[in-house]
């Protein structure tokens, strides 16, 4: 099984702030890597696809990059409803794997 | 616009089978172009990939929970179903259904709302 792997856990930040957040996995994965984002109570949300493809309606401050085993999503510029749990999650391979989570918060 | 919508009892006791239904409406479960997959998240904690059914009676577990999970399709009501059995109170979580489009560059693009399943007596 593929486990995948976030860094920071936890993150402080303000609006406007630029943030940056790591996706490292067991072997390596191309580019089949996909960021949620998830707020409480609701569903994950799909941010980016295929490590750096922007889902359609997803504002532009949000992007993504890597392939292999390191992959980074980036938020240019902290809005407020940014504040969120962000998770990675590969599928190159069955069992689907997601990353423990990296939860962004206002500081 | 793809809807999806979990249904079943919220409450399961130790041992017994969690049982759980997605009804898909705004798309087909025989739509060879998706999988079906079931999610969980226990309280304050990451997702967890259960497995999936498509095309339609094809199916894939996570080998965590192979020996107590079967996922099926009921097509006339254009549902997906996951049962497990033997439950724990570790299988206390939100579980969420979801689709994903076929292929190895996929992702989940829509999701239930989730339903918190507790497993006590």
């Known amino acids: 099984d593929i486990q995948m792997t976030q860094s920071p856990s936890s993150l402080s930040a303000s609006v406007g702030d630029r943030v940056t957040i790591t996706c490292r996995a067991s072997q390596s994965i191309s580019d089949y890597l996909n960021w949620y984002q998830q707020k409480p109570g609701i569903a994950p949300k799909v941010l980016i696809s295929a490590a750096s493809s922007l889902q359609s309606g997803v504002p532009s401050r949000f992007s993504g990059s890597g392939s292999g085993t390191d992959f980074t999503l980036t938020i240019s510029s902290l809005q407020l409803e940014d504040f969120a749990t962000y998770y990675c999650q590969q599928s190159y391979s069955t069992p689907y794997s997601f990353g423990q989570g990296t939860k962004l918060e206002i500081k | 616009q793809v809807q999806l919508q979990e249904s079943g009892p919220r409450l399961v006791k130790p041992s017994q089978t969690l049982s759980l239904t997605c009804t898909v409406s705004g798309a087909s479960v025989t739509d060879d172009h998706y999988y079906w997959s079931w999610i969980r998240q226990p309280a304050g904690k990451g997702l967890e990939w259960i497995g999936r059914v498509y095309a339609p009676a094809r199916t894939t577990y996570n080998p965590s929970l192979k020996s107590r999970v079967l996922i099926s399709a009921d097509t006339s009501k254009n549902q997906f179903s996951l049962q497990l059995t033997s439950a724990t109170a570790a299988d206390t979580a939100v579980y969420y259904c979801?689709?994903?489009?076929?292929?190895?560059?996929?992702?989940?693009?829509?999701w239930g709302q989730g339903t918190l399943v507790t497993v006590s007596s």
């Open positions: 979801a689709r994903a489009s076929l292929g190895f560059r996929n992702w989940f693009d829509s």
